[in-house]
């Protein structure tokens, strides 16, 4: 039983930590962490930046979309872990119309794209200096499955020495595994090259 729980765990873990296709950079690919975004120099490099979070807000552009994220921590793949606290926010402009009913707020995204130079702007009435990303690549999550796994003990089953030299689980009495399971079978998106599609 032991061993199965642990190959179950394995199984979630290793799919939990590939990163969508669209997300995916070269190895040696450098990327500018959202902290050091101020200080970059536009006009001497381009500087590269895989960014996620929440969505606050959408607004669709004319030959554009632009999204103001706010920004936490990405996981081994490249999914936002949302704590209490975040370092701020950032915009992201994708060229194409990104439906807002869909990007909408308070969804998980991650992007992939090129730091471009920073936007003055408010939160409320607050002014605020936005990092910019010019968006290769767009990837809206999906909400996370809700999954109990419960080890219930047969009330019939006996332990081995009860049954000495016979098997433990005469008849099938052995423990018994339920998953229960509950999600809102809304699915991921991945955006790129302005085409939509959805993730593998």
Request: proline letters at 6%; a positive charge; glycine letters at 6%.
């Amino acid at each position: 039983m032991k061993k199965l729980l642990v190959c179950f765990s394995a199984l979630v873990l290793t799919a939990c930590s590939t990163i969508p296709e669209k997300l995916q950079l070269a190895a040696d690919t450098p990327l500018t962490n959202y902290q050091d975004a101020l200080a970059v120099s536009y006009s001497d490099t381009v500087a590269q930046a895989r960014w996620g979070g929440v969505i606050a807000k959408v607004d669709n552009l004319k030959d554009s979309t632009r999204i103001e994220v706010v920004h936490f921590e990405l996981s081994a793949s490249a999914r936002p872990k949302q704590k209490d606290e975040t370092l701020g926010r950032f915009r992201v402009y994708y060229p194409g119309l990104l439906d807002p009913m869909i990007y909408k707020k308070g969804k998980s995204i991650t992007v992939v794209g090129n730091i471009a130079a920073p936007e003055s702007g408010t939160i409320g009435e607050h002014p605020y200096q936005y990092p910019v990303v010019k968006a290769d690549a767009v990837h809206l999550w999906k909400d996370i499955q809700q999954a109990d796994v419960m080890l219930v003990q047969n009330p019939f089953w006996h332990t081995p020495s009860y049954w000495h030299h016979y098997t433990p689980y005469p008849y099938g009495h052995a423990p018994v595994v339920i998953r229960r399971s509950a999600t809102n079978g809304k699915k991921a998106a991945t955006t790129g090259n302005q085409a939509q599609k959805k993730s593998r």
